[in-house]
């Protein structure tokens, strides 16, 4: 992906949800990005379109903070450091690579605990916010993600 493949900026407004300025991501000799520099205001909703090796995954993988780019700069809900915007950012790559044995708050705990947040209270309050109930029976330990989304019936 290149910088020809841009958003159209969103800088004029509030401070962008992400702000990405000449980000490059090199594997090796390839360069699967060139120069990307973009905004994307809060709120908003991007698609990310191109083709197989455009860049799209490395481009996602980079503003999540799972992988850094070769030169450039990337700024997550205005920060610089991506551990200090993670607890508030979430991604889901292609497969939802959740684990089906663990209920969905058991993944939540989880994958929480990979951004070192262990206060229980984080995970019940991002339960609330989608509008799930905390208690509910769906999220008993011994229900597969699957069922428990729903998704088993």
């Known amino acids: 992906m290149d910088s020809s493949n841009n958003p159209t900026s969103t800088s004029a407004g509030p401070t962008p ?8 991501r090199h594997f090796g000799r390839f360069a699967a990005l060139r ?3 973009a905004d ?3 709120g908003k909703l991007y698609v990310v379109l191109g083709e197989n090796g455009a860049g799209k995954s490395t481009l996602l993988r ?5 992988l850094e780019p070769t030169s450039g700069s990337v700024h ?3 920060q610089s450091k991506f551990k200090d915007a993670a607890p508030r950012v979430g991604y889901m790559g292609h497969a939802p690579l959740l684990y089906d044995e663990l209920d969905a708050i058991e993944n939540l705990r989880y994958f929480a605990g990979l951004y070192g947040i262990t206060d ?3 995970c019940a309050e991002a339960i609330r916010r989608v509008g799930l109930d905390f208690s509910e029976q769906f999220l008993h ?3 597969s993600l699957g069922a428990n989304l729903g998704q088993g019936k």
């Open 17 to 24: 949800a992400v702000a990405l300025s000449a980000v490059v």
């Open 35 to 37: 120069g990307i520099t």
């Open 40 to 42: 994307f205001a809060p």
């Open 62 to 66: 980079i503003v999540a903070g799972l």
């Open 76 to 78: 997550v809900l205005g």
């Open 120 to 122: 229980e209270r984080v």
């Open 141 to 143: 330990p011994g229900i």
